[in-house]
């Protein structure tokens, strides 16, 4: 029996996912799409329509939904059919919607790591703070629960899987580097939701080298690589989810992730901390009015969804990857290209949504047609990384390889038995 999928969230990764799964519907039979304003919900399903061509389309449904609210989530899971919830909402939510899966039985999927409104930047490992708490319930209740299946955390994590399953004997390093070389055109603007990304540096920054976590400072380590297709970027060290299943997963002394910022971002960012307008503890102001700060820097900066039409530019994004395979020496750098533009003429999307959407919509493809149904909690490493790379490069995100100054893709088991 085919099972719905329900979407929570209608921000621009679910409008990614929901295209994308729209347009691979054989293994479910509806789509649900829940948010607290349904009328977004409603605008990517008519976009779903409006690019649909004469392709057979899922049924698909607008639900408004609080997802704080555990039993209001239990009912649409019920109502709905759904045996597939896609997590794509706020990383406040993982908690309270992972609940309402363990209740009903529906599987879990989910892009970010779970975040405490009041708190940033616990002690790691974060997962071991939250979500990994429920792993016995999940296995307890036959429960499928797939951890972090965007693109960092997820394909980097799947990356790191398929190094040490078949480049590598022993792995030394993974250096996990993102780097957004395009430009959206606006004075000052954040990718996706500000709140979230905010938070991401203004605590400490923790990474695992020598088999320890080790903190620093955000902008303390910087780093440049010259990379495919974007060329020389300055990079920084900086804290990141995967690197917390990753060093507990994987027996690799040194995993470190870095990101690009640009100058003005820096600067803007430091001024914005120092003025304390990134504090996520509320304030009072001389009015008697108690606000949050970050959250009013959300609030006067643009929609993240807003950016696509003008974006331009590509992103990198990659694992490389140090270590001994037969002996010998061997660094190799997993990585994908994606293009802003083309990512809006395709879905009507940035390439920051379309590298986080792709993915999650193959994890929900992956449980509906059984290959990731594991009735368990899993983060991406702890699963077959073939079947989830595949699947990536055919729904648009193709995995390359350079070693040695060469760069080619990484063969599909899809396409060698096709050949």
């Not at 996912?17 to 293994?27: G, P």
């Not at 708190?119 to 490992?125: A, D, G, L, V």
């Not at 605590?203 to 902008?219: I, N, P």
Request: net charge neutral.
């Amino acid at each position: 029996m085919k099972r719905n999928i329900l979407i929570i969230g209608a921000g621009g990764v679910a409008h990614v996912a929901a295209h994308k799964l729209a347009r691979n519907c054989a293994t479910f039979s509806e789509l649900h799409i829940a948010t607290r304003t349904p009328r977004k919900a409603e605008a990517i399903i008519a976009s779903i329509r409006a690019r649909g061509g004469q392709r057979a389309l899922p049924e698909m449904r607008a639900h408004a939904l609080d997802a704080f609210d555990i039993a209001a989530t239990q009912a649409l899971i019920r109502a709905s059919g759904a045996g597939i919830v896609l997590n794509l909402g706020s990383a406040f939510l993982n908690m309270p919607v992972l609940e309402a899966c363990l209740a009903t039985g529906a599987a879990y999927i989910d892009t970010a790591i779970h975040e405490e409104p009041r708190r940033i930047c616990e002690q790691p490992p974060w997962y071991a703070n939250h979500e990994w708490k429920r792993r016995e319930a999940c296995a307890e209740a036959g429960v499928t629960a797939i951890l972090g299946a965007g693109f960092d955390p997820g394909v980097v994590n799947a990356y790191a899987r398929l190094a040490a399953d078949e480049f590598f004997d022993r792995i030394d390093s993974i250096d996990i580097i993102d780097i957004n070389a395009g430009s959206h055109g606006r004075y000052f603007a954040t990718n996706f939701d500000p709140e979230i990304n905010f938070r991401e540096f203004t605590g400490t920054v923790w990474s695992w080298q020598g088999g320890h976590w080790r903190s620093a400072r955000m902008f303390e380590h910087r780093r440049e690589w010259e990379l495919p297709v974007v060329g020389r970027q300055v990079t920084y060290l900086t804290g990141h989810d995967e690197l917390h299943s990753l060093s507990q997963h994987l027996d690799v002394p040194d995993i470190r992730f870095w990101m690009s910022f640009s100058d003005h971002y820096i600067n803007v960012f430091t001024v914005l901390k120092n003025l304390g307008l990134l504090s996520e503890q509320p304030v009072r102001t001389a009015e008697g009015l108690e606000v949050v700060p970050l959250k009013v820097v959300k609030a006067v900066l643009p929609d993240p969804s807003s950016l696509a039409a003008g974006y331009t530019g590509k992103t990198c994004i990659g694992n490389l990857v140090r270590g001994v395979r037969n002996g010998r020496p061997r660094e190799i750098f997993l990585y994908n290209i994606a293009d802003h533009a083309r990512s809006y003429r395709e879905v009507g999307s940035q390439a920051i949504a379309y590298t986080a959407g792709v993915p999650a919509a193959a994890a929900a493809l992956l449980v509906a047609q059984g290959d990731w149904d594991v009735r368990r909690m899993a983060n991406v490493e702890q699963l077959p990384a073939r079947p989830f790379l595949d699947l990536v490069a055919e729904l648009g995100l193709e995995t390359q390889v350079r070693e040695g100054g060469q760069d080619k893709p990484v063969a599909v088991a899809r396409a060698r038995a096709a050949a």
